[in-house]
């Protein structure tokens, strides 16, 4: 249910921390990651996840297989 | 298009590097048709007046790291503390450091005089860290003038909180006043919490650019314009931008050139765009300054350059070294206002007049001598005192009958790609001749034997009889005696080609 942040790629910008609507995002040793249980897609916010739109880097915020993808409560 | 160029490695803008602090200025010159109140303003600025550059520092605090645009000409993720250029930096502070570095930089430079906000992404995208910064200092350091660079997408929102906090010279970098242009050097911008990629949203970015400018100049704030000369995608257009920049108010143009190495892992290095040759980039900067007035002594430092405009102190203030410093502001101030009184005087005088400015040659007979460029080595307070061989940049001034002009300036040092593009190929002195192209002379305070002879050769007549004295009455000086030799005569160049050939 979660994006997460390829940590070999992250710049450590913070571009990303303020957009997350869900407060999901920490530093943690010069580089960012995302609380999975935090995470939403973005979904029932924006039609496009925020870290990855905003992220400098192609592909560093990417789906986090190791974990079910979210979905939205009706 | 759009895919293609985002599907490359990531970045991010870098743009104001050298907006903000980092840059520019324009001769006194070219600066007195602007109203008394703005010349002011201007005279201590190391980054907008030529003059001043010689005298007072700058420092860029590197507080912003997150950017709201991409450039292709910026990659951040890569940082060499040995290059210089902007959107790169090596240590990230917090405003706390970063007030703290301010004031310990200002207490033990007392010529620093400009503080800057320049990234290494985009100041008003940061803008808690930014303006936190600039309220800590207005208050603790009222004698240090702020500035800040941005790429202009947020700027509407800030115009207010800039006023407030006494910003009174901002810079924005504008690539380009036309859409389809600018497509090829944004690939995206982020904007209402979505991508817009192409020249969909760099026609927001030009708006939003054009309309910040506009609210800062009816707020009587200091406006810069830097541009990014990119052979054959803006180099064209760029003449229009000054134009446009004037129309709306900007006092000053600073066209930069390209940095594109592969090594940097941007999108234009890794696609080998190439950036200007030193005459292509002095072409249009004289086109522009048809159109206004242009800045020629900008160095493009770093996000985080510490120190007078072409050296970087900023490994004297590593934060682990500040950490350590007992800073004294109280005390600096005094001295500050002493050092900076006399350095103001000193350029008071210059501009009165009553400093000799040399006049030009007189041409008998109505004899029109062609322009000579000469390189001048220098470590600042507007003499020729450095040793050709610790030079790392030489300044060029243009000779001619219409007197003595600086056109630009030229890095000594090639630029850093870590690893194995260190130190191969051509040798330092061979790279250092390469780059005195199209200069006749270089002027310094001594001179070994090995460098003059390959000077010699190259057509580059090294000189180092006028150690200590003022750059534009040494080249003048140096004029004369070319012309006294006949070595301007008509006759003479082709002469000299034939007897090379």
């Not at chain 1, 910008?13 to 869900?22: A, G, L, Q, T, W």
């Not at chain 2, 765009?273 to 072409?283: F, K, N, S, V, Y």
Request: charged content about 25%.
């Amino acid at each position: 249910m979660a994006y997460k942040i390829i940590a070999s790629q992250c710049t450590g910008c913070s571009v990303c921390d303020p957009e997350c609507p869900n407060n999901a995002i920490r530093e943690k040793g010069g580089t960012f990651f995302i609380k999975p249980e935090k995470c939403t897609e973005c979904i029932g916010y924006f039609d496009d996840p925020q870290c990855v739109v905003v992220c400098p880097v192609d592909d560093t915020c990417v789906i986090d297989n190791s974990v079910p993808r979210y979905e939205a409560r009706v | 298009m759009e895919s293609k160029v985002l599907g490359r490695i990531g970045p991010r803008v870098a743009k104001s590097g050298c907006a903000a602090a980092g840059s520019c200025g324009g001769t006194d010159e070219q600066l007195a048709h602007l109203p008394e109140e703005i010349r002011k303003k201007v005279y201590n600025h190391p980054c907008y007046s030529e003059q001043a550059h010689h005298y007072f520092a700058r420092m860029h605090v590197a507080v912003a790291p997150a950017c709201n645009i991409q450039c292709h000409y910026c990659n951040r993720k890569y940082d060499c503390a040995n290059e210089s250029r902007p959107g790169v930096v090596s240590e990230l502070l917090t405003p706390e450091q970063a007030v703290k570095k301010t004031l310990a930089v200002a207490a033990s430079i007392p010529q620093m005089a400009v503080l800057g906000v320049a990234g290494p992404g985009d100041p008003l995208a940061n803008p808690e860290r930014t303006f936190a910064t600039f309220r800590a200092l207005s208050e603790q350091a009222p004698d240090i003038k702020l500035c800040v660079s941005t790429n202009g997408l947020a700027l509407p929102d800030w115009v207010d909180e800039l006023a407030k906090c006494n910003i009174d010279h901002v810079t924005i970098t504008i690539n380009c006043v036309d859409p389809e242009v600018g497509a090829g050097i944004y690939p995206w911008i982020f904007w209402n919490n979505r991508r817009i990629k192409g020249v969909k949203g760099v026609k927001i970015l030009i708006e939003r650019q054009q309309k910040g400018l506009e609210m800062l100049v009816e707020r009587g704030i200091l406006v810069k314009v830097n541009s990014v000369m990119i052979p054959g995608v803006n180099d064209e257009h760029l003449a229009e931008v000054s134009r446009v920049v004037k129309q709306k108010g900007a006092f000053l143009h600073n066209v930069m050139p390209l940095i594109a190495k592969a090594e940097h892992g941007t999108f234009y290095g890794v696609m080998g765009q190439r950036g200007p040759t030193h005459g292509e980039l002095q072409a249009l900067q004289d086109a522009c300054a048809g159109n206004m007035n242009v800045m020629r002594h900008c160095r493009q430092c770093r996000a985080d350059a510490v120190g007078m405009l072409g050296e970087d102190r900023g490994a004297e203030f590593a934060m682990d070294k500040i950490e350590t410093m007992e800073i004294d502001y109280a005390a600096a101030m005094p001295r500050r206002a002493r050092v900076h009184a006399a350095i103001n005087e000193e350029l008071a005088a210059k501009r009165a007049g009553t400093v000799h400015v040399p006049s030009a040659p007189p041409s008998p007979a109505g004899t029109k001598y062609r322009p000579v460029l000469m390189a001048v080595a220098t470590a600042g307070g507007g003499l020729i005192n450095r040793h050709f061989g610790h030079a790392r940049e030489f300044l060029v001034y243009e000779a001619s009958s219409q007197g003595v002009r600086f056109v630009g300036h030229r890095k000594a040092d090639r630029y850093c790609g870590g690893g194995d593009t260190c130190g191969d190929g051509e040798s330092a002195l061979a790279g250092i001749i390469r780059i005195l192209e199209g200069c006749e002379a270089v002027l310094c305070s001594r001179i070994g034997y090995e460098p003059w002879e390959l000077l010699e050769q190259a057509g580059v007549q090294p000189n180092g009889e006028h150690a200590m004295e003022p750059i534009e009455e040494a080249v003048m000086a140096v004029y004369r005696e070319m012309i006294d030799l006949g070595k301007l005569d008509a006759g003479h160049d082709a002469m000299q080609s034939k007897a090379r050939a």
